[in-house]
């Protein structure tokens, strides 16, 4: 069973930096793309960042210059490095993986994390 465990979460200063990891477990054969996303108290769900296997990245506009995503292919692991945090980054951080089950597979399928919190506060 493929499984997304994240970290890093926690409570930091305006201006701050926070970490935040999601490793892949289980049996599968290949992950495409990875991506982070958030969702604040009563508003949608939205994008943070994503990059595909071979390193190409997009970012959200809110968050461009600040956050940097990346990954160890090895580690089947994905980053984001959150910088000059804002009280509007606060959010539940969501990392989400496009995985190839089997290599016989036509596709992949959409894996979620269980969240992580990110509190913004002074």
């Known amino acids: 069973q493929v499984q997304l465990v994240e970290s890093g979460g926690g409570l930091v200063q305006p201006g701050g930096s926070l970490r935040l990891s999601c490793a892949a477990s289980?049996?599968?054969?290949?992950?495409?793309?990875m991506a982070w996303y958030r969702q604040a108290p009563g508003l949608q769900r939205e994008l943070v960042a994503r990059?595909?296997?071979?390193?190409?990245?997009v970012y959200a506009d809110s968050v461009k210059g600040r956050f940097i995503i990346s990954r160890d292919n090895a580690k089947n692991t994905v980053y984001l490095q959150m910088n000059s945090l804002k009280p509007e980054d606060t959010a539940v951080y969501y990392c989400?993986?496009?995985?190839?089950?089997?290599?016989?597979?036509?596709?992949?399928?959409?894996?979620w994390g269980q969240g992580t919190q990110a509190t913004i506060s002074s």
């Open positions: 990059i595909t296997r071979g390193g190409g990245t």
């Open positions: 289980g049996s599968f054969w290949s992950i495409n793309d």
């Open positions: 989400n993986a496009e995985i190839r089950v089997y290599a016989w597979s036509s596709g992949s399928e959409v894996y």
